[in-house]
Antibody, heavy 115, light 106 residues
Framework: QVQLKESGPGLVQPSQTLSLTCTVS????????VHWVRQPPGKGLEWMGR???????SYNSALKSRLSISRDTSKNQVFLKMNSLQTDDTGTYYCTRSGWYFDFWGPGTMVTVSS | EIVLTQSPTTMAASPGEKVTITCRAS?????MYWYQQKSGASPKPWIYETSKLASGVPDRFSGSGSGTSYSFTISSMETEDAATYYC?????????FGSGTKLEIK
């Protein structure tokens, strides 16, 4: 069955770089797009960017200068790297697959930016 | 960027009551999508392409609209429907979400 799971450090210091991994199973990264969506505590959802099935990427312009998304198809993994983290980057980070819509989501990983 | 404005922000409904949430887009979008999120859980797809129910969604839910004005309706509220609902567009990047409507049971 289709599954996505995020993994990452949990705690990141201000000004440092966040590295997250989304490990997928049950589908091929060369057939579906995978997106990153984040959610600050108690707030709404923000689309960060996507890795398309063909390897192209697109980013939210608000984050573009700090954000990079890549993948390793042999390991079924999509990576997120975001630099210059600040406290307002604290939140839950989700990866999600899109077919006709965001049809499967990972459980999310909580990231806290704090010294 | 297309801004999605949801209303109301919060509401409470009694079992059996009809519920309507609206989502207005700052520019025309082709379709609207809706997600349900319960506390501590990931969002779930609920309605796609404006009016199609995602797998497993009860038929008391419906969606409608076009252009810049969309709505999400529950014909008869049930306790399990208490959640936050987000509208979402992907007609243009950046993809955007509404700020959410928290629906509580009265």
């Amino acid at each position: 069955q289709v599954q996505l799971k995020e993994s990452g450090p949990g705690l990141v210091q201000p000004s440092q770089t966040l590295s997250l991994t989304c490990t997928v199973s049950g589908f091929s990264l060369t057939s579906y797009n995978v997106h990153w969506v984040r959610q600050p505590p108690g707030k709404g959802l923000e689309w960060m960017g996507r890795m398309r099935y063909n390897g192209d990427t697109s980013y939210n312009s608000a984050l573009k200068s700090r954000l990079s998304i890549s993948r390793d198809t042999s390991k079924n993994q999509v990576f997120l790297k975001m630099n210059s983290l600040q406290t307002d980057d604290t939140g839950t980070y989700y990866c999600t697959r899109s077919g006709w819509y965001f049809d499967f989501w990972g459980p999310g990983t909580m990231v806290t930016v704090s010294s | 960027e297309i801004v999605l404005t949801q209303s109301p922000t919060t509401m409470a409904a009694s079992p059996g009551e009809k519920v309507t949430i609206t989502c207005r887009a700052s520019s025309s979008v082709s379709y609207m999508y809706w997600y349900q999120q319960k506390s501590g859980a990931s969002p779930k797809p609920w309605i796609y392409e404006t009016s199609k129910l995602a797998s497993g969604v009860p038929d008391r839910f419906s969606g409608s609209g076009s252009g810049t004005s969309y709505s999400f309706t529950i014909s008869s509220m049930e306790t399990e429907d208490a959640a936050t609902y987000y509208c979402h567009q992907w007609s243009s990047t950046p993809l955007t979400f509404g700020s959410g409507t928290k629906l509580e049971i009265k």
